[in-house]
């Protein structure tokens, strides 16, 4: 290919990639706290559950997804969610079928904690 095609492409990408950088916020919001009926993903990484709090309807399959490298769990405090060892790369999924707070823990980090909140 032509070096200054090349180069033409290149800059292009890169002002297409920084129009989607701009400093308007108008479409972001920020928030650990997501409502859903239609499941919920936590992300594993950094030794932290993200988002750490959730808000979800009474039946929502939350899943969490060890994105670290290293193993994790999901643990519930006193019911809910109980994973067992998490692989790097795997994911795990639970139903949460009645209303409450549900915290939970990963038994080989006890720093790692989360709650799940379940509404009717």
Known sequence: MNKKFLI????????????GCGSSNTNTTSSTTNTTTNGTSVSITDFSFSPSTLTVAK?????????GGTMH???GNNGG????DINPGSTYSFTFSSAGSFS????????MTG??????
Not at 59 to 67: A, H, L, P, R
Not at 81 to 84: D, E, R
Request: hydrophobic share 35%; charged share 0%.
């Open 73 to 75: 769990t999901v643990t």
């Open 81 to 84: 969610p109980a994973s067992g």
């Open 104 to 111: 939970y823990h990963c038994q080989h980090h006890g720093t």
């Open 8 to 19: 033409g492409v290149m800059a292009a990408s890169l002002i297409l990639l920084g129009a």
């Open 59 to 67: 039946g929502t399959t939350v899943t969490w997804t060890n994105n």
């Open 115 to 120: 709650t799940v909140t379940v509404t009717q």
